[in-house]
């Protein structure tokens, strides 16, 4: 792992306020880290007091209207999260396209919004079971990319993006090492056609879908793996700052 490695931590419809003293273990835990970067991606309802707490780690949301306010009822736009204390928002997450049938235009409108609030972006990307089986996972997974990645001069700083298969989110089965390699390779590769080399290399590929401590360490160690998104494993400090230990010594190697 050649960059500073970036893991997130998105509690989904998870917390109350009585996970914030979880956050602060794993604010804390962090502290021993600081070659890692952590962040945590709460309910909006937790963003602000998760950001009050938070002396070392990002604070982040899971979602965000396309819009900048208005006659939306229920809806949260990006200068609203900016305005809780977030520094980025996870778009295009495969749960948001499932649940909410969320297309690539809507998810690329939601991105500019992003930018626009001046919030960092980690875009998901991910293939279902039957879409591998069928030997379409990369064509799949660079056509989403491609519909959504945003025109701008610093991707290298304002953008990541998170591989998840969907049929690894909360199953219990990772990728394989190659299948990992392979997609990861192919979206670097689309990275540097549409931003350059030198900004390509800079924008981090996180890995998703049952990244536990026990398994963190060989999937961080992959080429082109520069972090990962966890779901389950992020609402315990202890089983979060597992998988920080784990970049930490992968990226010793
Ligand atoms: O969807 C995920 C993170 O965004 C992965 O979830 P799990 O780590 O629970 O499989």
New binding site residues.
Partial sequence: MAERPYIVG?WKMNGTRAMLSEARAIDRGAQRYMKVEVAIAPPFTLIHAVHKEAEQIGVGAQDCHPGEGGAHTGDISAPMIADSGAKFVVLG?SERRGDHGESDELIARKIDAAIDAGLRIILCCGESLETRDAGEAENFVLGQLKAALPDIADAGERLTIAY?PIW???TGRTAGAEDILQMHGAIRELLGETYGEDAANTIRILY????KPDNAGEILSLENVGGA?????SLSAESFLGIVNAASEANAE
């Fill in positions: 998105n997450h998840e690894a989110i909360g998703g879908g049952s990244v998104l966890v779901g389950g494993a």
